[in-house]
């Protein structure tokens, strides 16, 4: 029952988020969140450094990703100590990833790939969590079932992933083909439901010059799908299925990857097939085929409240509180937009 209230919670949230994202982020105003003055021109004008809101959601994706991670490891009784370690080891891979894989696929110095990222977390997951188990568990006294510890991570990317799309609502990447362009009964289905996007700075003006225009909502439709599937594939998983539940959260996450690119404009490498849906299908066989192999937990009723209660820590809070941080920025500040800023007394308040 508590973790039927539990999902139905966390449904309501979701969904209340992405509602209020996707009606109000293609506005212009929500993609500059702050501007820091960095120097001082000739003129008397300061420079400034621009931080985003995609950073802010892009940093609030990730800790609520990981901390649902969390919640469901603690649920089957892996301790605290082993979920941190699993959850530093894949951010060491997959955060560092993000820019780097970009970077050689689409030649860009400043930007991101979230595909790049699982494709390398998923490649080096279960091998890294094997070797923790081999070489830190016998000193951190924690042995991670390699299934659960990576169902768990795929159902946290799927809700992080989700929610992460709202950052590039903001900042209007990763946006879909111009409505016209596209079969007539989608452009019927998707006429009420497209995406404006208005502002300059927002990437799908500058790059696909698509200011003013309609486009296939592609943000939206992967948001709603991802949520789902994390809460579907987390019902699975607090029942016990482990494998199940690793395999419904990453096949349809890299199934829709792959298949959702036909729907977008923006640049994804050359060639029929982009780097990122190839990088997805040869994830999807990967993990399938270890699946069988992967060791599992022992079925044991799942306590949803055990794993809520370890996020009540005060050094876990502090955790989540400087992940947010360093996500936000690394991920926040824009090099592609800049600020001009000047300030003044208000005479008439003296």
Same mark, same amino acid.
């Given at each position: 029952?508590?973790?039927?209230?539990?999902?139905?919670?966390?449904?309501?949230?979701?969904?209340? &988020?992405?509602?209020?994202?996707?009606?109000?982020?293609?506005?212009?105003?929500?993609?500059?969140?702050?501007?820091?003055?960095?120097?001082?021109?000739?003129? =008397?004008?300061?420079?400034?450094?621009?931080?985003?809101?995609?950073?802010?959601?892009?940093?609030?994706?990730?800790?609520?990703?990981?901390?649902?991670?969390?919640?469901?490891?603690?649920? &089957?009784?892996?301790?605290?100590?082993?979920?941190?370690?699993?959850?530093?080891?894949?951010?060491?891979?997959?955060?560092?990833?993000?820019?780097? &894989?970009?970077?050689?696929?689409?030649?860009?110095?400043?930007?991101?790939? &979230? =595909?790049?990222?699982?494709?390398?977390?998923?490649?080096?997951?279960?091998?890294?969590?094997?070797?923790?188990?081999?070489?830190?568990?016998?000193?951190?006294?924690?042995?991670?079932?390699?299934?659960?510890?990576?169902?768990?991570?795929?159902?946290?990317?799927?809700?992080?992933?989700?929610? =992460?799309?709202?950052?590039?609502?903001?900042?209007?990447?990763?946006?879909?083909?111009?409505?016209?362009?596209?079969?007539?009964?989608?452009?019927?289905?998707?006429?009420?439901?497209?995406?404006?996007?208005?502002?300059?700075?927002?990437?799908?003006?500058?790059?696909?010059?698509?200011?003013?225009?309609?486009?296939?909502?592609?943000?939206?439709?992967?948001?709603?799908?991802?949520?789902?599937?994390?809460?579907?594939?987390?019902?699975?998983?607090?029942?016990?299925?482990?494998?199940?539940?690793?395999?419904?959260?990453?096949?349809?996450?890299?199934?829709?990857?792959?298949?959702?690119?036909?729907?977008?404009?923006?640049?994804?490498?050359? =060639?029929?097939?982009?780097?990122?849906?190839?990088?997805?299908?040869?994830?999807?066989?990967?993990?399938?085929?270890?699946?069988?192999?992967?060791?599992?937990?022992?079925?044991?009723?799942?306590?949803?409240?055990?794993?809520?209660?370890?996020?009540?820590?005060?050094?876990?809070?502090?955790?989540?509180?400087?992940?947010?941080?360093?996500?936000?920025?690394?991920?926040?500040?824009?090099?592609?937009?800049?600020?001009?800023?000047?300030?003044?007394?208000?005479?008439?308040?003296?």
């Amino acid at each position: 029952m508590v973790n039927d209230a539990f999902l139905l919670v966390l449904a309501a949230l979701s969904a209340w &988020v992405l509602t209020w994202g996707f009606r109000t982020l293609p506005q212009e105003q929500w993609q500059i969140a702050a501007a820091i003055p960095i120097a001082k021109d000739g003129s =008397g004008q300061w420079h400034g450094l621009n931080l985003t809101y995609y950073g802010v959601f892009h940093a609030s994706a990730y800790v609520a990703g990981v901390a649902l991670m969390f919640v469901l490891l603690g649920a &089957v009784g892996i301790p605290l100590r082993g979920s941190v370690t699993m959850a530093v080891l894949l951010l060491c891979c997959c955060i560092p990833a993000s820019k780097l &894989v970009a970077r050689l696929v689409e030649r860009k110095r400043a930007t991101f790939t &979230v =595909g790049g990222a699982v494709f390398v977390g998923v490649l080096l997951g279960p091998w890294v969590f094997s070797w923790a188990n081999r070489t830190l568990g016998p000193a951190l006294g924690f042995d991670l079932p390699v299934a659960a510890a990576l169902a768990a991570a795929a159902i946290g990317y799927a809700l992080g992933e989700g929610i =992460g799309r709202l950052a590039c609502v903001s900042f209007g990447c990763c946006y879909g083909q111009p409505l016209s362009r596209v079969a007539p009964w989608l452009q019927r289905l998707l006429q009420e439901h497209s995406f404006i996007f208005n502002g300059k700075t927002k990437k799908v003006a500058y790059e696909g010059g698509l200011e003013g225009e309609k486009v296939v909502p592609i943000q939206a439709i992967t948001a709603a799908l991802f949520v789902t599937t994390a809460l579907l594939a987390s019902a699975i998983f607090l029942r016990g299925h482990h494998r199940a539940a690793l395999g419904l959260a990453f096949v349809v996450t890299q199934a829709w990857r792959s298949f959702s690119e036909t729907l977008r404009a923006d640049y994804r490498g050359g =060639g029929k097939l982009s780097a990122y849906q190839i990088m997805a299908l040869l994830a999807m066989p990967y993990l399938l085929a270890l699946l069988p192999f992967l060791p599992a937990p022992s079925a044991q009723p799942a306590d949803v409240l055990a794993g809520l209660w370890s996020l009540w820590d005060p050094w876990m809070i502090l955790c989540m509180q400087g992940l947010w941080c360093a996500i936000f920025f690394y991920t926040g500040r824009s090099v592609v937009t800049e600020a001009t800023l000047s300030f003044h007394v208000r005479h008439d308040r003296i």
